[in-house]
């Protein structure tokens, strides 16, 4: 099997790199997280220049018809420069259900988040129900020609910048239902995550929501709702590749710099081989992310599945071992906000809980 990159996908990842050493940096970063800012107008409009949006997306809605591997590739490089931009929630999770239920508005709702008009989050995991998003507490009743919506959502990734969110909910089995995010009985309470991604929770308080709200038939949308919660993890794990390759060049940076007793601390034994533990683990998880990225979009539920989540317990404990490991080996710099070490591993953690963290995916993978 041939792992090589196509020339176009090399292209697409200079052309990422370029852009990001341009216009986003660690002191970028430190700047929106201080402000509580998880998205810049400026720096995604770029971004959708470079046809990042577009990628994934249909030609039929102005995209070109990338694979998963694109995606991976793409949210590789976000992950290594840290950008908190609302990239998987709205082009890979939220654009594969819109594409998959289809309806009359889909098209150009697809074509607006190609060229970063729209932004859209898909709304699935509610409080207590830990990471199973087929547990749904949230309710839509048959109104008329309409529905009426009751319930509440937690940490919808990309929730605070999203015009409107697809929502999941019981209708007499899953079902999708797009809602504005400022219509009314809608109460969507923003914050920041650990590493400065925005999310939100969302109360529907007897929301009325005509027929087109509908995305699909309802009962039937359960598979579409695992297959776009595996996307997002899939691109969550090159997320956190990236981010674990930057952590790797800064420890092995600091580990040839950093002198005592006369000499770099990366020539102690024990420094030495702790380092090439964690490029061991590194390689394993760079090999379960590819295969993650080549599944993601497999017909075979159950092959994708397990690639998933094998992939995402993998690589979930590979970040926690790499956060604890680099720390301890950089000392009392790595603990300090003026240094970047910190807010990557404060990426790894937030990725190991989204779409599912190490123990779910363990369980999954078991059970299957």
């Known amino acids: 099997m041939n792992f090589d990159y196509s020339e176009e996908q090399k292209m697409l990842v200079q052309s990422l790199e370029r852009t990001l050493a ?104 509610e ?77 529907f308080d007897n929301v009325t929501l005509d027929a087109s709200a509908l995305l699909g038939e309802a009962g039937s949308a359960e598979d579409i709702i695992l297959a776009a919660v595996d996307r997002g993890a899939a691109a969550l794990v090159a997320d956190s590749l990236g981010a674990i390759e930057e952590v790797i060049e800064m420890t092995k940076d600091y580990l040839r710099t950093r002198t005592q007793f006369g000499r770099p601390i990366g020539s102690f034994q024990v420094l030495a081989h702790r380092m090439v533990d964690l490029l061991i683990d590194y390689e394993q998880a760079k090999s379960m992310s590819m295969e993650a990225s080549v599944e993601a979009t497999n017909d075979d539920s159950a092959a994708r599945k397990k690639a998933i989540s094998a992939a995402k317990a993998k690589v979930g404990a590979v970040s926690r071992k790499f956060g604890k490991d680099s720390i301890q080996m950089h000392g009392g710099i790595g603990m300090t906000d003026e240094y970047a070490l910190g807010a990557y591993v404060k990426r790894l953690l937030v990725n190991e809980t989204l779409f599912g963290d190490t123990d779910y995916h363990l369980e999954r993978f078991g059970a299957l």
């Not at 990309?158 to 697809?166: N, P, V």
């Open 22 to 125: 341009k216009s986003y940096d660690f002191e970028t970063y430190r700047g929106q997280l201080a402000e509580k800012a998880s998205h810049d107008p400026a720096l995604w409009a770029s971004l959708a220049e470079l046809g990042i949006m577009a990628m994934p997306l249909p030609e039929a809605a102005g995209g070109f018809d990338g694979d998963h591997t694109d995606i991976a590739l793409i949210s590789t490089e976000l992950g290594r420069r840290l950008v908190p931009e609302p990239y998987v929630s709205n082009v890979v999770v939220a654009a594969y259900i819109l594409n998959a239920v289809g309806g009359d508005s889909a098209a150009d709702d697809l074509a607006a988040i190609g060229v970063g008009e729209k932004r859209f989050a898909a709304a699935f995991y």
């Open 127 to 203: 409080p207590g129900e830990r990471h199973n998003p087929l547990a749904m507490n949230t309710k839509a009743e048959k109104s008329g020609d309409g529905w009426t919506l009751n319930g509440h959502k937690a940490v919808v990734l990309g929730a605070d910048t999203a015009g409107a969110f697809i929502v999941s909910a019981d209708a007499g089995g899953a079902t999708l239902f797009l809602v504005p995010a400022d219509a009314d009985g809608v109460t969507v309470r923003t914050y920041q995550l650990l590493d400065g991604r925005g999310a939100a929770d969302i109360i």
